[in-house]
Structure formats: structure tokens, C-alpha cells
């Protein structure tokens, strides 16, 4: 019979326990310093724990009678009797849907995502794995994650790697067929690079992910895959190269022949190359031909509509980097490389990733339905003989996977006025209707508890902020706790503009130092390490708040993460994103925002375009656009400001002789009646089973194409 320790260690194998509250809750009780010093990871906490005060702890809290209780809940989820997939994606089982992409946010104890994008392909995997559609991920294990944020004492992000170690990690050798642990080689200019292939448990889903720390390496190439994101061009190049051909031989390595490839934005594109390489050497097919069957089986989501964040590679650099591909599939260098060129026979034009998966693939989607609308006319060129209207781009709005953003008390809410089993109907919508029977003021109380932990995490980390900056604690203590407290939370570039609301500081004093109605602003995110404009507008908030003024109603929070995110989306009152329009493709933090009971504040962009309806959030200005990005910033600004002192704020303090808002919950509740059934990964994931999955696996029982 299996030890407690054991039993503890089975547990920590499965990435399920991330969105499953009473699950790390059973390790959070094994001791609270531990814990949260391990970075919330249960691997390290059963390591570092010692025998006798696991012995202990377990007596004082019943740790092993929950343990058992999990650990018999994971077998039923692993083992079910029907799921959703089964049912409608059964097709997909012997051969299913292979999911790349550069980065996974699964949990801030696993630091390879460094944003959104990885964020929202996390959430794609719990979705699947909650559905039980076959799917299995495929990226890289950068063992030095991305980068840790600190700012010093001029507020400047500097950028900290803190490698960790795979022994700390549910990631474990994948086997191949021979039974032993499987590894792959990629062929880069003048050598061979070779990457372990490494696994992880996501519920029912396979992540396989590559580590390039292999014997057979030079040091040079085992650091190829250690950071995400970092690097010149040439490190970019070959990192992409790393994950969609090495990332498509390991699945091959694995035994699994997938029906689909789902390219998560184009950093993995070169997986369509090696499809069609492999059916070349494999099966003596015609070149084009094997490229023409590549493309019908691939399913690509670009999420960027900015230029500048699709990469360029140089005509001599992709020449180097492409000629293996090229001999692989018995094809002129010039032709391959065609594949990524706007003009095919511009020959000294850059190779862009993107170029070769929208041009190749089945279906392409932008992530919300005004950012398809952006990507078809950003595309267009691709198609010069196609109107805007009839470009082969649409849209698959994003969701977010809810048990893992949801708050315990939320749930346990949900639980008893929508039903035990609420989250297996969560995508439909008269399950909602019953959110507008609940009491304001239960909903009320739930809010002012979440709030109430929020602000404690808040100020524990500005207070180790301020330590280490030398800087003596600030005094009273920040951020009012019954004050409307507004949260801004995301990478930090220009055109998310978080300064939108500094452009008048009178204006912004008055608003939030107001003493009958007060107003908190939190801050936190990150810049790409490149990126000298990002930093330079996280250091313009971090100076900001140390103005006399604004110093107790502003604060930025170091090290934005999943952890971090979590405890604001659940926290905060209203969220604020004002990105100048349409550069925002979606934007999921406000779904997550909405699911907590939080109200949405934002510029018709994005996920919001689609989902304001005039009652259930704000909007900022009304979607129009000036030619002039001056003039909009302005005009943006002072909306904003209006909207906050003529609606939000007065609605807010408009409170009963109980001091609750009832408007302002009344609200809460029409947003979560009419966006929450939409704007979760079920609805997300079944989308893509349905309109791109099955089509491209050639598995619809009906596709009737239009003349």
C-alpha cells in the first residue's frame, strides 16, 4: 500500500489539481510558508516537507482522507463514461488534433508562457481536456523560463532569469515505440541538434514539449530552447524550427499520427513543411502534392494585428536555415521559399512564418470577430484577386477555461443557486438566467471578501517592493479597501496605452482622491525585455505613484504572473483596458474578470466589440477611429474620464441604507447572464471541433461548400 508521501506525489503528477481548488488547498494546509515560498508548486512542497511535520499536519487536517478523496476523483475524470469528445469528436481518437504553440500558461509554477498567448493556449488544453477532445499540445521546455520582473529604484523593469530544475516539475521523459526515452534531431545549418522530448499531464491531454539539453549537444545548442522569446533573429529562426519540425518527428517518435495540426500563431509553421517533408521520404510522394495534403489537414490562429509582431526573417538567413526542408521534400530552395514570401517571386524579399501558414492551411482564424475583420484586410494582399469580404480568414472568438480563474467562493455560489454539475452546461444560456434570482447582497459579501484578499496580497508585495528598493513602507496603508478598485493588468507596449488616464493629473487627483468617493488603481505587467517603450511606461505608472498625490490610490504590482492575475481578476471591481482600436485582437482578461463578478470597463476592441450590449459593462467612446492617432488618444482620454465620473463611479457609490450597490450589482449580473455562457473555453473549443477540426481531419457529416 502507498505512503501518504506516495499517494501526495500521485496527485502532483496530473496538472488537474491546477483549477482544482480543494486540491491545492490540501497542499497549501501541509504548511503555508513552504508553499508559497515553492512558488504554489506541490512537487517542491513534497519535497521540501519534512517526515514528521507531514505526519503531523496530516493528523491536525485530514490531509490523507482528502487525498483520497482526490486522487479517486482523478481516476473518474481520467476514466469517464461519456464525454462531449466522444460523443462529437470521436473521429479524433486514433488520430488527434496535435496543438503547437511557443508558450503554455498552465500554471505560474511551470514558467514557460510569458502572456496571453500562452495564457489562452493553457486554457485551450484544460478545455479540450474537459470536453475530452483528443488532443495533445506540443512546444518547449525553456529551462529558464522567461524572465522575472523587478523594477529598481527608478521604477526600471530589469529582467531576472531564475532557471529551475525538471526534478521540481510534473514533466517526465516521454517513451518512444522502442521503450526507451524518446529524442529527436533538427537539422540546422552545419550540425544537428538534438532535444529530448519531455511530457506533462493536463487532465486528459498530452503536453509533449522538447528540452535541448542533450549529451550530444554543444552548450551553444543546449541554451538554443533555454529562454522564451529570446535572442536575435538566427536564435528565433532556429527556435521555431525546434518546435514545428521537432515538435512534429516527436509525436512521430511517440507513435502518434495526428489528423489535424492546430498552429497557435505562426511560430510553429515549419510543422507544414515537415508534414509534407516526411510524406515525400516516407511514401516517394510528389512534393506539391504532399504540401497541398499538409495544408488541408492544418488549422492555424494568428492572434496579432499589429505588423510588427509577426516575425521577418532575412532572405539569407532563411535560405541558410531552409535548405534541409527543401532537399527533404525534392523541391528548389527558391520554391520552398516562396511558401513564406507575400511575393513568391520577390527573391530577396524576408520569409514570414505567417505568410506560410495562412497561405497553407484549411481553416485560419482571427480570435474575436472584429480582429477577423482586421486580419482579412491586414492579409488581403495574399489574395489580390479576392475582395476584403471573400479573403479565407474568419473568426473564433476566445474563451477562458473558468474553474481555473473562478474563485473558490464563486463556485460554492454558483454551485447552489445554478446546480451541483453547473459547469458541464456552462455554455448554455438559460443556465445563466437564474444569476439575476440570487441577492445582491450575497453577491455583495462575496465581492467584499474577495476584494479584501486581494489587497492584502497587493500590499505584501508592494511592501517587498519597496524593501528592496530601500524605500521605507508607505504610510497610511494603500488602497482604501471600500473604495471602487479598478485593475489594469497586461504586457505594457504603446498601443495598449496604460497612460491613456495620466494625460491630465488634475483631473486624474480629483477623480481618485475624492472623499466621498474614492478610487483605487492597480497596475501590473510586464514588457518584453527588448522592448525600451514598454519599460519606459511601466517606469511612467511606477513614478506616478510615488507622487504625494497618487501614492496610496495607485499602485503597480511587481512581477505580473498567473498568481498574480488570479487574485486581481477575482478582486477587483471593474477592469480597465483601453488599447487604441482595433489593435487589440481579443483580450481574454476581461472574460475573466466578468466570471468573478467584476464589471468591464473598455474601448470597443477586441472580445468587447462583440459582447457590450449597453447594460452589461462600459464602453469607452462609441468604436469610431480618427485618422490621427493624436487626436484619438485625446479624445479616448477624456471619454474615458467622463465614463468614470459621470456612470461608474456615481453608480458604484450609489448604495442602499445596507451599503449595498444594487445597480452596480445588477449590472454584475446581467454581464454574467449574457457573456458568461459565451466567453469560456468549452464554447471556444467546441467552435473549432466543429468549423475546423472535423472539416480538416475530414470527418463532417456534412460540408456543403459555397459557389
Not at 594 to 612: F, P, Q, T
Amino acid at each position: 500500500m502507498d505512503t501518504l508521501q506516495q499517494k501526495l506525489q500521485k496527485l502532483t503528477r496530473n496538472l488537474w489539481w491546477t483549477w482544482r481548488p480543494e486540491v491545492r488547498a490540501i497542499f497549501r494546509d501541509l504548511d503555508l510558508d513552504i508553499y508559497h515560498k515553492a512558488h504554489r508548486n506541490p512537487v517542491r512542497v513534497i519535497k521540501e516537507i519534512t517526515p514528521e511535520l507531514l505526519e503531523k499536519r496530516a493528523d491536525q487536517v485530514d490531509i490523507a482522507t482528502r487525498t483520497d478523496r482526490a486522487l479517486r476523483q482523478l481516476n473518474e475524470y481520467l476514466n469517464p463514461l461519456t464525454t462531449w469528445g466522444m460523443i462529437h469528436a470521436g473521429s479524433l481518437q486514433s488520430r488527434p488534433v496535435a496543438y503547437f504553440c511557443a508558450e503554455f500558461g498552465i500554471h505560474e509554477s511551470l514558467p514557460i508562457y510569458s502572456g496571453g498567448l500562452g495564457i489562452l493556449a493553457g486554457d485551450h488544453l484544460k478545455g479540450a481536456s474537459n470536453l475530452g477532445v483528443p488532443l495533445v499540445g506540443v512546444g518547449l521546455m525553456y529551462h529558464r523560463g522567461y524572465t522575472t520582473q523587478m523594477l529598481d529604484g527608478t521604477f526600471w523593469q530589469q529582467d531576472v532569469s531564475e532557471p529551475f530544475e525538471l526534478e521540481d516539475l510534473p514533466v517526465y521523459p516521454a517513451i518512444g515505440a522502442d521503450g526507451k526515452p524518446a529524442r529527436v534531431s533538427v537539422e540546422l545549418p552545419g550540425r544537428l541538434v538534438w532535444a529530448k522530448v519531455l511530457e506533462c499531464h493536463v487532465g486528459r491531454i498530452r503536453l509533449i514539449l522538447l528540452d535541448t539539453r542533450d549529451d550530444a549537444n554543444s552548450e551553444e545548442d543546449k541554451a538554443l530552447a533555454a529562454n522564451l522569446y529570446g535572442g536575435d533573429n538566427r536564435m528565433r529562426i532556429q527556435q521555431e524550427l525546434l518546435l514545428g519540425v521537432g515538435g512534429s518527428r516527436a509525436l512521430r517518435a511517440l507513435g502518434i499520427t495526428p489528423s489535424v495540426i492546430h498552429l497557435n500563431e505562426g511560430h510553429s509553421a515549419f510543422a507544414i513543411l515537415e508534414w509534407a517533408r516526411h510524406r515525400v521520404q516516407q511514401d516517394d510522394m510528389e512534393p506539391w502534392a504532399a504540401i497541398a495534403e499538409a495544408a488541408s489537414g492544418t488549422v492555424f490562429t494568428t492572434h496579432t494585428p499589429v505588423e510588427a509582431g509577426h516575425d521577418k526573417f532575412p532572405a539569407d538567413l532563411a535560405e541558410e536555415h531552409l535548405r534541409a526542408l527543401a532537399e527533404g521534400l525534392r523541391l528548389p530552395l527558391h520554391d520552398v521559399l516562396g511558401l513564406g514570401r507575400t511575393n513568391p517571386g520577390d527573391l530577396g524579399s524576408a520569409f514570414l512564418p505567417t505568410v506560410l501558414a495562412l497561405k497553407h492551411c484549411r481553416r485560419a482564424n482571427g480570435v474575436s470577430a472584429l480582429h477577423g475583420k482586421v486580419a482579412r484586410s491586414m492579409w488581403q494582399h495574399l489574395w489580390p484577386t479576392r475582395s476584403e469580404h471573400d479573403v479565407p480568414i474568419g473568426h473564433i472568438t476566445n474563451g477562458v477555461h473558468v474553474p481555473s480563474w473562478l474563485s473558490s467562493e464563486l463556485n460554492t455560489l454558483m454551485t447552489t443557486h445554478l446546480g451541483v454539475n453547473w459547469m458541464e452546461g456552462i455554455v448554455r444560456p438559460d443556465l445563466w438566467t437564474k444569476i439575476a434570482a440570487i441577492d445582491p447582497a450575497e453577491i455583495w459579501e462575496i465581492k467584499k471578501v474577495l476584494k479584501g484578499r486581494m489587497l492584502k496580497l497587493v500590499r505584501e508585495r508592494q511592501t517587498a517592493m519597496r524593501a528592496r528598493q530601500g524605500l521605507p513602507p508607505l504610510e497610511p496603508t494603500p488602497l482604501e479597501p471600500d473604495a471602487l478598485t479598478i485593475g489594469f493588468a497586461r504586457r505594457f507596449v504603446p498601443y495598449k496605452r496604460p497612460d491613456l488616464l495620466f494625460t491630465d493629473l488634475d483631473r486624474l487627483d480629483a477623480l481618485v482622491n475624492n472623499p466621498q468617493r474614492p478610487v483605487n488603481l492597480i497596475f501590473a505587467g510586464r514588457a518584453h525585455p527588448a522592448d525600451g517603450p514598454g519599460k519606459a511606461l511601466i517606469q511612467k505608472v511606477g513614478q506616478l505613484t510615488a507622487d504625494p498625490r497618487f501614492r496610496n490610490r495607485i499602485l503597480f504590482v511587481e512581477n505580473y504572473n498567473i498568481h498574480i492575475g488570479r487574485n486581481l481578476y477575482q478582486g477587483v471591481d471593474a477592469w480597465l483596458n483601453n488599447p487604441r482600436r482595433p489593435l487589440e485582437a481579443c483580450g481574454t482578461s476581461g472574460m475573466k474578470v466578468v466570471m468573478n463578478g467584476g464589471l468591464h470597463i473598455s474601448v470597443l476592441d477586441g472580445w468587447w466589440a462583440e459582447a457590450y450590449d449597453g447594460e452589461n459593462g462600459f464602453a469607452i467612446g462609441n468604436g469610431e477611429i480618427h485618422e490621427s492617432t493624436e487626436v484619438q488618444d485625446r479624445r479616448d482620454a477624456d471619454a474615458l474620464f467622463r465614463l468614470l465620473e459621470e456612470k461608474v463611479v456615481p453608480m458604484y457609490y450609489r448604495q442602499d441604507a445596507n451599503g449595498v450597490p444594487r445597480q452596480w450589482i445588477h449590472a454584475i449580473q446581467r454581464s454574467m447572464r449574457t457573456l458568461a455562457w459565451r466567453f469560456n473555453a468549452d464554447r471556444m473549443v467546441m467552435d473549432y471541433v466543429r468549423n475546423c477540426y472535423l472539416p480538416a481531419a475530414v470527418a463532417s457529416s456534412c460540408q456543403m461548400p459555397t459557389p
